[in-house]
């Protein structure tokens, strides 16, 4: 994955870990950041998500940019607006790399408003209570802050439909987050009671609206035509879902386990495993054991690598990566469209 990405960003210019650099190195966000300091030594995931920025090479946090440019430079210049084809560089017009950051803004904005935490589940071990409080207030005030920024120059891009795109897009990840979060709170509710296709759904929201409308919006900057920009659409949205199906996947296919991974009980495996095997079943085998420890977890990690859940969100992963693939088929060929295509190799690859 490191290596698809590294040869990817070659392609584009520059290295998209500098993306959102102009908005990380302002005034504002600098003082947040010496706030945020005041957060060492407490276990609040602000902090999680602040290192995250600085080197996450596994889970790479600025994929969302690469892939717009990438897509900019596949559809190449519009055939029909000729007049400012000079404001080219590498093949991708100004405004496509100003909405590739607005994307990285959004997307970076909403993981830190992800690292609020909920007060009445605290533990004693997890830091003074004003500290937590602390950090819950830094987590709204500076996602919020980033999140203003990725609007403001939104609108210095004076497209309604792209303005109208990624409004509903981040109208979708509020959706979704909501989704994902209105069942935890339940007392008593260990997993969500849905099929795939719910699931489906819910990931479309919280993890691929934002990049499949990012990519239709960026052809809009190029005034492609209606049948290119779907195709970015349905690249963007089938490749990021095949992620979320590879990121999923990794506790039930990693080689080498000799430390059981989390996992989520409503991840796609364990979806999967419970249609399977039948609600009232499922149930019934998260409750058997009656204490939580790390052998019990294993048990039921076990009992679903042992289902049919594993190996049905393989072949859902691939099918997505060959939709992805497929749409990608509409776009001339060049380097840029073959960095697209190994991004979906690499996040459909199993050992």
């Given at each position: 994955?490191?290596?698809?990405?590294?040869?990817?960003?070659?392609?584009?210019?520059?290295?998209?870990?500098?993306?959102?650099?102009?908005?990380?190195?302002?005034?504002?966000?600098?003082?947040?950041?010496?706030?945020?300091?005041?957060?060492?030594?407490?276990?609040?995931?602000?902090?999680?998500?602040?290192?995250?920025?600085?080197?996450?090479?596994?889970?790479?946090?600025?994929?969302?940019?690469?892939?717009?440019?990438?897509?900019?430079?596949?559809?190449?210049?519009?055939?029909?607006?000729?007049?400012?084809?000079?404001?080219?560089?590498?093949?991708i017009y100004s405004s496509q790399r100003s909405l590739a950051e607005i994307t990285e803004l959004i997307h970076t904005a909403f993981l830190v408003h992800r690292g609020i935490v909920n007060i009445?589940?605290?533990?004693?071990?997890?830091?003074?209570?004003?500290?937590?409080?602390?950090?819950?207030?830094?987590?709204?005030?500076?996602?919020?802050?980033?999140?203003?920024?990725?609007?403001?120059?939104?609108?210095?891009?004076?497209?309604?439909?792209?303005?109208?795109?990624?409004?509903?897009?981040?109208?979708?990840?509020?959706?979704?987050?909501?989704?994902?979060?209105?069942?935890?709170?339940?007392?008593?509710?260990?997993?969500?009671?849905?099929?795939?296709?719910?699931?489906?759904?819910?990931?479309?929201?919280?993890?691929?609206?934002?990049?499949?409308?990012?990519?239709?919006?960026?052809?809009?900057?190029?005034?492609?035509?209606?049948?290119?920009?779907?195709?970015?659409?349905?690249?963007?949205?089938?490749?990021?879902?095949?992620?979320?199906?590879?990121?999923?996947?990794?506790?039930?296919?990693?080689?080498?386990?000799?430390?059981?991974?989390?996992?989520?009980?409503?991840?796609?495996?364990?979806?999967?495993?419970?249609?399977?095997?039948?609600?009232?079943?499922?149930?019934?085998?998260?409750?058997?054991?009656?204490?939580?420890?790390?052998?019990?977890?294993?048990?039921?990690?076990?009992?679903?690598?042992?289902?049919?859940?594993?190996?049905?969100?393989?072949?859902?992963?691939?099918?997505?990566?060959?939709?992805?693939?497929?749409?990608?088929?509409?776009?001339?060929?060049?380097?840029?469209?073959?960095?697209?295509?190994?991004?979906?190799?690499?996040?459909?690859?199993?050992?």
């Amino acid at each position: 994955w490191s290596q698809v990405v590294s040869e990817a960003e070659k392609i584009v210019g520059y290295p998209t870990s500098f993306m959102s650099l102009r908005c990380l190195l302002s005034d504002e966000l600098s003082n947040i950041a010496m706030q945020v300091r005041k957060l060492v030594g407490t276990k609040h995931p602000l902090l999680d998500t602040a290192r995250g920025f600085v080197y996450d090479s596994r889970n790479n946090l600025q994929m969302r940019g690469l892939v717009i440019l990438l897509i900019s430079k596949a559809a190449g210049p519009s055939t029909t607006e000729l007049s400012f084809q000079h404001d080219m560089v590498s093949g991708i017009y100004s405004s496509q790399r100003s909405l590739a950051e607005i994307t990285e803004l959004i997307h970076t904005a909403f993981l830190v408003h992800r690292g609020i935490v909920n007060i009445g589940e605290l533990k004693s071990c997890d830091g003074p209570l004003k500290d937590m409080q602390f950090g819950n207030k830094m987590a709204v005030l500076s996602g919020d802050f980033l999140l203003a920024n990725a609007c403001t120059s939104l609108a210095q891009l004076q497209n309604t439909k792209v303005v109208e795109l990624i409004s509903s897009a981040i109208g979708d990840l509020v959706q979704g987050i909501y989704y994902e979060n209105s069942k935890s709170s339940e007392e008593n509710c260990l997993t969500d009671d849905i099929g795939i296709s719910r699931w489906k759904e819910q990931v479309f929201l919280s993890h691929s609206a934002l990049l499949a409308k990012s990519c239709q919006a960026a052809m809009e900057l190029a005034k492609h035509s209606v049948e290119i920009q779907d195709m970015a659409f349905q690249y963007g949205k089938h490749m990021s879902m095949s992620h979320k199906l590879h990121s999923d996947l990794q506790p039930f296919v990693k080689e080498s386990s000799s430390d059981t991974m989390a996992f989520s009980l409503n991840s796609a495996p364990a979806i999967l495993h419970q249609e399977f095997l039948g609600r009232e079943a499922w149930l019934k085998q998260i409750r058997e054991p009656t204490h939580q420890c790390a052998c019990v977890f294993q048990q039921l990690q076990e009992a679903i690598k042992a289902g049919k859940g594993v190996t049905s969100a393989i072949d859902l992963c691939r099918c997505h990566g060959n939709r992805a693939l497929a749409a990608l088929e509409r776009f001339p060929p060049s380097e840029a469209r073959d960095a697209l295509a190994n991004i979906v190799y690499a996040v459909t690859r199993f050992p």
